[in-house]
């Protein structure tokens, strides 16, 4: 019940889980710029 | 305007630049390893998170920490929120859009509230939830900043330190320590503590660690919060006592104590200028009062005890240092007045700023000011000895606008779209006053707001059938992300690249970095890359509303 009740919306966790992936990106085109 | 104000005023300035150095000093004894006496919980500490102390890390694994242990503070938080309405007698869970929000503003050291804590959140809530995060947002502030000094000072190797390390020593040392003299002071002055009432506790980091998050809805203008003209004046104190002292803490570890002075003054003289004009604008009588037949100081939304002076310094200080912890109506400042906060946070907050945020987001603009100033007068653009060069430039461009077109762009979504519309409260361009202050603040995490934007009905006063608007909390979460760690990777990334640099010994050709020529030409590259970027966007809204007769 409490998994639900955290999960009740999927949405605000999908937002912050795009938003760290972006960054963690960002920090991984930064350290290795040579990729790009 | 007072001769008392203007003392209150020069008292303050006083006593925080006295306070600086020795808060500084204090800071790069801790941050060099030299203050032990937690050894005993901390080398444990260490042990338990499988830290090893003596193994630093690069730039890139610096950053890889901060974010592994942002995105768990937030993953921590918003179950702790979602969760709420299993504590029994309390007033249910947030919906998952405010948890969202609310939960991104305390691990971003925003502390933007949409919510008010006595209707919204449990005493439980505040405490191992809110406050816990008071602590670690500016922890990772302070420890940013540190490894960012490391990188500029670096000898040889590319290590900036453990982040984990950085972190706790911050808490352990620095925030902990700090706040619970300040919380038995707060006490003293009446302050209420609690179990039902953990407010002086919350008080003491809220200010210390710039977050701002009040206890109370109307913040520490409530008397249980800040009930004294000394509580008052020891909270601006605390809101600036660690930015202002991480300028010294710069000084000390570079090795040139001058060098933390010149950034302490280009602060200084940027806040004292915002100070004056904050003042003048409110003593005045504004042309909507003139219009009303009322004459005097605009003493709408401000304490009787506290009066203009100690209501628009409070306001200068905390928009000044991204804290946000408000004691008057900010909406209610004048057009003009209202204009001067707006203006501090879209420096960037670099004016003192948040907790180590400040003063990173300062030393971007010392790189590029060395930049600018080596293209005018012909000499290689260095710092601390170390050549500036493309990537840094690229990469200090990036993190100063970075910030600056998030704020801009989802101003402009918010505005421009019904769903934006429906937030604010007020009209014409006051309406678009709130709006952009909503973001500026929320961008810069600063966390101060003009509170007729709204983003959280409570029909029945509880969270029981309260609605969350989406776009508010959505847009503005998004924004405080990206306004706290853009900034904090790119910062650590130019720390980086600086670190593996030689340093070589300063020649006639080198720009000194610590001369008076050198503070006027930071505080001018603060305030045209900074300001100008927002000078249509300040027209629009307080500037037309400080020159109109009408009230919106």
New interface residues.
């Given amino acids: 019940m409490v998994l639900a009740t955290i999960l009740g919306d999927a949405g605000s966790l999908l937002l912050a889980a795009v938003a760290f992936a972006v960054l963690f990106y960002l920090l991984y085109a930064l350290a290795h710029p040579e990729r790009f | 305007m007072t001769a008392g104000g203007w003392l209150e005023i020069g008292l303050f300035l006083a006593i925080l630049t006295a306070l600086t150095p020795v808060v500084g000093g204090y800071l790069a004894r801790v941050f060099g390893g030299e203050v032990a006496f937690l050894g005993f919980a901390e080398r444990p500490l260490y042990r338990l998170m499988g830290v090893d102390p003596e193994h630093g890390q690069d730039w890139?694994g610096y950053?890889?920490s901060v974010?592994i242990f942002s995105?768990g503070s937030?993953?921590l938080l918003?179950?702790i929120l979602?969760?709420q309405?299993?504590q029994p007698g309390g007033p249910g869970?947030p919906?998952?859009?405010l948890?969202?929000n609310t939960a991104?503003s305390f691990v971003t050291n925003t502390n933007w509230q949409y919510y008010a804590g006595e209707t919204t959140m449990t005493a439980l809530t505040q405490m191992a939830g809110l406050a816990v995060q008071n602590f670690a947002s500016a922890a990772v502030g302070i420890a940013v900043v540190i490894a960012v000094i490391r990188g500029l000072v670096a000898r040889s190797g590319r290590e900036l330190g453990v982040f984990f390390v950085d972190a706790a020593r911050a808490i352990l040392y620095v925030l902990l320590p700090l706040s619970l003299l300040l919380a038995a002071f707060f006490v003293t002055q009446g302050v209420a503590q609690s179990t039902h009432l953990p407010v002086a506790s919350q008080e003491a980091i809220k200010l210390l660690g710039t977050n701002g998050g009040g206890f109370f809805n109307v913040n520490s203008a409530f008397p249980f919060e800040n009930p004294t003209w000394l509580s008052n004046f020891v909270q601006m104190l605390a809101i600036l006592a660690i930015p202002a002292g991480l300028t010294a803490t710069y000084g000390r570890m570079a090795g040139n104590r001058r060098q933390g002075w010149a950034v302490f003054a280009a602060m200084l003289s940027l806040f004292v200028v915002a100070v004056a004009a904050l003042y003048a604008a409110e003593s005045a009588t504004t042309p909507a009062m003139h219009a009303a037949g009322v004459v005097g100081p605009n003493m709408e939304g401000k304490e009787q005890r506290f009066g203009i002076a100690s209501s628009a310094l409070y306001a200068a200080v905390t928009t000044a240092a991204s804290c946000g912890a408000v004691n008057a109506a900010m909406e209610s400042l004048s057009g003009l007045g209202g204009a001067v906060p707006m203006a501090q946070m879209m420096t960037g907050e670099v004016i003192f700023g948040g907790v180590g945020s400040g003063l990173y987001g300062m030393l971007l603009f010392v790189l590029l000011a060395v930049f600018v100033a080596g293209l005018m007068v012909g000499r290689t653009p260095e710092l601390l000895g170390k050549k500036i060069e493309a990537?840094e430039i690229k990469?200090t461009v990036l993190a100063t606008i970075a910030v600056p077109l998030v704020v801009l762009f989802s101003s402009a979504v918010a505005i421009a779209t019904k769903h934006g519309r429906a937030s604010i409260s007020a009209s014409g361009p006051q309406g678009f006053s709130e709006t952009l202050y909503a973001y500026v603040s929320q961008g810069n995490n600063n966390g101060s707001a003009f509170a007729g934007y709204t983003g959280f009905l409570q029909p029945h006063g509880t969270n029981r059938g309260a609605v969350g608007l989406d776009l508010a909390n959505?847009l503005g979460?998004?924004a405080m992300?990206?306004g706290r760690?853009?900034p904090i990777?790119?910062v650590l990334?130019i720390a980086g690249a600086l670190a593996g640099k030689r340093v070589s010994p300063a020649g006639p050709g080198t720009l000194r970095t610590d001369t008076p020529t050198f503070v006027v030409m930071l505080v001018a590259v603060v305030l045209i890359v900074a300001l100008l970027t927002f000078v249509p966007a300040l027209l629009l809204g307080p500037v037309v509303q400080g020159l109109s007769g009408r009230l919106f």
């Fill in positions: 890139r950053a890889r974010l995105a937030f993953l918003y179950a979602r969760t309405g299993l869970a919906p998952p859009n948890s969202f991104v990537r990469l959505y979460g998004a992300l990206a760690f853009l990777v790119l990334a």
